[in-house]
């Protein structure tokens, strides 16, 4: 049985992960050993943070309406209460742009709003 040598794959292996760590500080970036164990890491925290992104993104969005909403004399949750039982389907994404570059619109929401919830 012939023996597997394993020079070529070996080298590509390893040049990925030097060319992965390039940018790292000291012997992340020179020494294999060192560059493999902080690549893993760095891929660990890209996995976290794509997830952890959608959350932060997600509460920019509130705090934008919380504080249009405020402006308008009424706090966030009762805003969504009032669009809810008002039948206005606008995520917090379009709130958002509304409350930050058109807040005429926006007010007119609230005043909704404001009207769903005191009926």
């Given amino acids: 049985m012939a023996r597997i040598k394993r020079a070529v794959n070996a080298h590509k292996k390893r040049r990925k992960t030097l ?3 390039k940018g790292y500080y000291g012997d992340k970036s020179r020494k294999y050993v060192a560059a493999k164990d902080q690549v893993n890491h760095s ?16 509460r920019l969005w509130i705090t934008r309406i919380n504080a249009g909403a405020r402006l308008n004399g009424i706090s966030y949750s009762v ?8 039948g206005i389907e606008l995520d917090r994404k379009v ?17 909704i709003a404001k009207k769903a919830v005191e009926a």
């Fill in 95 to 111: 709130l958002s742009d509304m409350a930050i570059n058109d807040p005429q619109s926006f007010a007119d929401l609230v005043a």
């Fill in 79 to 86: 805003f969504m209460n009032g669009l809810r039982k008002s």
């Fill in 19 to 21: 060319a992965q760590a």
């Fill in 43 to 58: 891929l660990q925290y890209q996995y976290r943070d794509r997830r952890a992104k959608k959350r932060e993104i997600r």
